[in-house]
């Protein structure tokens, strides 16, 4: 595992896995082309939570063999779905939250973060249409904001700057 970054930075969609509706999975860089990418740390959503993915039991596989999905309408699954499909394809601005005791990682090495999700699908983190992943889940029902913490702006302030000065350099001046 590398060290957790305590400054804000963008993943590219090619360089994270979506694990549950709160977890993300950074990978690191492979050690040679072609070569499985290991993982490098996880980071955690730091204001909400969602439910948890059903575990797999053995009687699962049974289920599965008969046509049936025992964990189909779980929220815990389907808010991982909602997840993945939110990040298909699109880049993440990602910045890391002093938690309790004023780390930035939680009791499972994962890094406490506000995640947002760029507002194109592309390698690149697209300013404009993007949002904070936290708010959009608490609106919509597949999370709830953890007591204490706060949740972030719908769209981040760095977000809104970047975006702005975007704009600014855009216009014409006469």
């Known amino acids: 595992m590398t060290a957790r970054p305590s400054e804000a930075f963008f993943l590219r969609p090619r360089d994270y896995r979506v694990i549950d509706g709160d977890t993300f999975k950074v990978l690191a860089p492979p050690a040679a082309r072609g070569e499985r990418r290991e993982e490098a740390f996880r980071i955690r959503l730091y204001s909400v ?29 389907q808010a991982s779905l909602l997840v993945k499909a939110l990040c298909s394809g699109r880049a993440l601005f ?15 090495g994962r890094l406490l973060a506000n995640v947002s999700i760029s507002g194109a699908p592309g390698q690149n983190f697209n300013t404009e249409r993007a949002y904070a992943l936290g708010p959009y889940l608490v609106r919509r029902g597949y999370a709830h904001p953890m007591r204490g913490k706060e949740l972030p702006p719908d769209v981040p302030y760095a977000i809104w700057q970047l975006n702005r000065a975007q704009k600014d350099s855009y216009e014409f001046t006469p």
Do not use: M
């Open 49 to 77: 939570n969602t439910p948890e993915k059903p575990k797999r039991r053995g009687s699962d596989e049974t289920l599965r063999k008969a046509g049936i999905d025992p964990h189909a309408n779980s929220p815990g699954r």
């Open 94 to 108: 990602v910045e890391p939250v002093q938690g309790d005791g004023g780390r930035i990682v939680d009791r499972y």
